[in-house]
């Protein structure tokens, strides 16, 4: 499926391969500096705010595969599967909008209910609320 | 985006004009028996399971727009945003495998928490715990 390097999917699958493989400022290169970003908590704005979302998810990243990859010229998305620290299967989709080898939107979806049950296990276990990073 | 009309997704686009546009039984048509399908909560296996599954959102449904839908030969991959009586803006992503124009296969993402939220909410409201439908 990943053969069809539309201009949008190769932008997003070089995202998608530098942040899975821990390298977070090679991921960030890709990401506009006015993203606007709509994901399960809410809207994030600014490459800033999107480096503040992400990077936590990246550092607790144990590996990745990836389930399907599409695009065209502006509009590419992608659903992958996830290991984290907090979660073992933590699937993901994104559906970014790119210009200029740039994500300028994306619309982030997974679902929080584990990664919310396995925070309060921690904070029970370890009686040190926030001491998992946020998502 | 939706011009490309590949196999998989000329069934997947079919079926979620059924459901979307509130014709559960004609949905089922685009379902496989031996349907697999990997949802947030767990595994569906077999169509009565995944009528189980997508009938009660199907009746909760108010609306619902396609964000993206691209496909190959036995793939389709689509992001859909939805409004239903539960919660305003629930987004959902599904990559489906196609075969002799039934899904077989699907990975199915959404996000659970503003669900148990405003079924939380319900309850305390209404007294009246499993009024609302399962998802």
Redesign the interface.
Known sequence: ?TD?LSPALKTALAYHDAWTGKDFERAMTYIADDIVCDA?AGRIEGSAAYRAFMGPFVQMLISAEM??????DE?A???YGTETVLVKHA???E?VTVKDGRITYS?F?????PF?AARQAGHLASGQPGRQPAT
């Not at 389930?67 to 065209?72: K, L, S, T």
Request: proline share 8%.
């Open positions: 499926m069809h399960p389930i399907a990859a599409f695009g065209d509009t998305l992608v659903m699937p993901g989709a559906c619309r979806l997974f679902d929080r209910t919310e």
